[in-house]
């Protein structure tokens, strides 16, 4: 599982230190599904809940490198980061040419938050923010997270819902669940189509 590592974690600097921060009203245990939902809602919920948990740790990411003076874009990282993701996606019996978007969508999204910060910053100047331990919190919660969310796409199993009853049932309850600040509502909508057509390989 090492190689999906890079994919979550492609913005994160090996060294950092001080403790937790999380998004407010974020409960880092929300990957599990409500009661009373229905398949595909109740993967599709805990899918997106796990994703806007990952999203939160973007503004302490976001932290250290405006500390540290980092830029929040690296591109030929980024380039390996997604390759690897889709190695990792086809050793799991999944379509990579399907899966290559919600792979983007995942490093963009991850980096609007951090530009979201970044603007905030300058701005309203340098607020105090006491930001999560790179090493002994944010990597392992990542990496955690990473695997999580790969297998819920196979519980999910969007292909079986393309109907456009259940894929609307679905969609309303993914862009309810994504409540991280500095995510738009159309990039709710590109994340949500991007895990819908999600396929198998054959």
């Not at 590592?5 to 599904?33: C, K, Q, V, W």
């Not at 993914?174 to 994340?191: H, N, Q, V, Y």
Request: include cysteine; glycine fraction near 4%; hydrophobic fraction near 40%.
């Amino acid at each position: 599982m090492r190689v999906l590592t890079l994919f979550f974690l492609f913005l994160i600097p090996i060294t950092g230190y001080r403790t937790i921060n999380a998004d407010p009203g974020l409960n880092r245990h929300a990957g599990t599904p409500a009661k009373g939902l229905d398949l595909p809602e109740k993967h599709t919920k805990k899918l997106a809940n796990q994703m806007n948990e990952r999203l939160s740790y973007m503004k302490d990411v976001a932290a250290y490198k405006w500390e540290h003076q980092l830029p929040i874009e690296d591109l030929a990282r980024e380039k390996v980061v997604l390759e690897s993701s889709l190695t990792q996606a086809m050793q799991l019996g999944l379509d990579t040419t399907s899966i290559r978007t919600y792979f983007q969508l995942q490093i963009d999204m991850a980096k609007q938050v951090q530009q979201y910060w970044f603007a905030s910053w300058q701005k309203n100047g340098n607020q105090p923010y006491t930001y999560a331990d790179l090493n002994s919190v944010i990597r392992p919660a990542l990496l955690g997270l990473s695997n999580d969310m790969l297998q819920t796409v196979l519980q999910l199993e969007p292909w079986k819902y393309q109907d456009q009853k259940s894929k609307n049932r679905a969609r309303r309850i993914f862009e309810k669940a994504i409540s991280i600040t500095g995510i738009r509502k159309l990039d709710k909508c590109k994340m949500f189509e991007a895990v819908w057509k999600i396929r198998l390989a054959h």
